[in-house]
């Protein structure tokens, strides 16, 4: 008797740690999805980013940011981050005339480039914290998916905002 | 759009995070976005038509006032039939890190959800206690809205993430175009606060301390208080003739703050810290009346660097005196700050902020594979 109430405790146990393994798994997947679609959208508006710095540097006549936006174009990933800031600092040395006709269009970009990126780190910060669960490495249950990695860059947000008028 | 707003606290109550989200869904909604908001409330009175009510709300003591607050599995039911009716592209709870609704939206929803933190509230016992609660709410979190810097220092350090900063918004022509209450400011010039001013941290001693200093020499000069306490609590050390001219209005309605403001010459800010964004300040500068506040980081970076009001030392109710005299003499001072401020407030207007939460809202989608649905 006492033999089977052991059989049917091991059993419970079993299962419990089968359903918790099963659930974390599906958590990594979760947060690797999401990741993988916040760095596909940081991605875009980088590319937007570059494009429109492209035009503002035709516009403007400026070939050492036509240079910037061109490297951040074809940047290969494990540069991208030292051609980004690149494009940053060049696109800030720039004396900004108001009335530069893509301006608002650079300056958007670079603002929603800062807005995905936060929110993209953050996603990678949620990741790295359930994959590095003593648990999941010992089994390596996130082993399916690439380990995220932070998105490192000088904030790219522009000051190009019209300053108030001084009392 | 479509979104799906949680406000965790009841519309029936008046306070900061239900007056967001008020105003950020009809500004939505002026917009074109359909909007659904979903809150505690008594269904018995009168609600907007974008409310959905999620019952009645229990009051819980929390970091020192009451929220009203509802938690639970028949609350969890009504989050769950909300989002499966709604249909969401965006999910936005408000501070979703108590336990309320907006925890129970964010648990029960799957895509894209934006949260909203108010509170700089430190790190609580609660909090660490709960740290493995914390992270799958968090983690379920797509993009995070601080309203203040202080309120995203604290995510960073407490909750391992940033944060997107966008302001409190501020309805600025309704506050503009108020009505001042009949007969104020009044020949003899008005001082006018809003608050608990049984609260310590709101400063409002320093104030009576400074009117005391001021009525002396000023016979027709008063004081109007709005917010909700009993003047006896306060009024102990003030002589009966300076207590004559203090007027406290009581908690005051959305409409009457308005034309409150607009019923002084000079709102003062005694605060003595622990002021997340302060609200009453974007407030004031929008009714156009002119400020004299505390010295506080967080009112430095709302007043624009202190550029669009009078700062004074915290706590210092004989250097606010002083101010408040010399703006007092000086109508045109007091107009030149009123103008800065109203250049400076418009950065603040709902409809620009609310184009910002849209950004977020867009990214957040972006950042997501699907769609917004219960589970």
Known sequence: ?167 | MRIGIVCPYSFDVPGGVQNHVRDLAETLISLGHEVSVLAPADEDGELPPYLVSAGRAVPVRYNGSVARLSFGPISAARVRRWLAAGEFDVLHVHEPVTPSLSMLAVLLARGPVVATFHTAMTRSRAMAAAQGVLQLVLEKITARIAVSALARKVQVEHLDGGGWEIPNGVAVSRYAHAEPLPGWPGPGGAVGFLGRYTEPRKGFPVLLDAFVRLAADRPGLRLLVAGPGDPADVLDDVPAHTARRITFLGLVSETDKARMLRSVDVYVAPNTGGESFGMILTEAMAAGTPIVASDLDAFRRVLDGGRAAALVPVGDPVALARTLAELLDDPARRSALARRASQVVAAYDWTVVAQRVLEVYRTAIEATPRSVAGI
């Open chain 1, 1 to 167: 008797m006492r033999g089977m109430w052991w059989m049917v405790a091991a059993v419970v146990v079993v299962v419990l740690v089968a359903m918790y393994l099963t659930w974390l798994t599906a958590r990594l997947d979760r947060l690797a999805a999401r990741c993988a679609a916040a760095h596909a959208a940081l991605d875009a508006h980088l590319v937007r980013r570059a494009a429109a710095a492209s035009q503002l540097a035709d516009a403007l006549g400026r070939p050492e940011l036509k240079a910037a936006a061109r490297a951040a174009l074809e940047a290969h990933p494990d540069d991208r981050e030292l051609v980004e800031n690149d494009l940053t600092r060049a696109l800030r040395a720039l004396p900004y005339p108001p009335d530069a006709p893509t301006l608002a269009e650079v300056s958007a970009a670079s603002r929603q480039v800062a807005l995905t990126r936060q929110v993209h780190n953050d996603l990678v910060r949620d990741a790295l914290a359930v994959r590095r669960r003593r648990l999941v490495r010992l089994l390596r249950l996130g082993r399916r998916h690439a380990e995220p990695r932070y998105f490192d860059v000088d904030d790219p947000i522009l000051d190009t905002s019209v300053p108030v008028p001084p009392l």
